[in-house]
Nanobody, 116 residues
C-alpha cells in the first residue's frame, strides 16, 4: 500500500487542522492505520491508531480529548482531526499502515506548525 499524507499547515494555538492520508490499492480496509509525529530534536511518537474496521482506537495521552482518528474504507483514506492545538503539537506528522507487527508502510510527512 502507498500512502500520501496532506493537510498540514500553520495554525494559531487553539485552532484546528484535519490531516488526511490517502492510500492506494484495494486492500486498505485490511490495514491498521496510525498517525505518528516527530518534533525537532525528539523521537517519533505514535499519536493515534485505528483498527481496520474503525472499531478500536487508541491515543497518546498528550492528545486524548483533542485529536480524533477516523477512516473511510470506501474512500481509502484515514483522517486525524486535531482540535485545541498547542505549540507543543508542532511536528511533522506521518501516517502509517500495518497488517500485523510493526507499522511497515509510511507516507511522506506533513508539517504542522502551531504558533503561540
Amino acid at each position: 500500500v502507498q500512502l500520501q499524507a496532506f493537510g498540514g499547515g500553520l495554525v494559531q494555538a487553539g485552532g484546528s487542522l484535519r490531516l488526511s492520508c490517502a492510500a492506494s490499492g484495494r486492500t486498505f480496509s485490511s490495514y491498521e492505520m496510525g498517525w505518528f509525529r516527530q518534533a525537532p530534536g525528539k523521537e517519533r511518537e505514535l499519536v493515534a491508531r485505528i483498527s481496520w474496521s474503525g472499531s478500536s482506537k487508541t491515543y497518546a495521552d498528550s492528545v486524548k480529548g483533542r485529536f480524533t482518528i477516523s477512516r473511510d474504507n470506501i474512500k481509502n483514506t484515514a483522517f486525524l482531526q486535531m482540535n485545541s492545538l498547542k505549540p507543543e503539537d508542532t511536528a511533522v506528522y506521518y501516517c502509517a499502515a500495518k497488517r500485523g507487527g510493526e507499522f511497515e508502510y509510511w507516507g511522506q510527512g506533513t508539517l504542522v506548525t502551531v504558533s503561540s
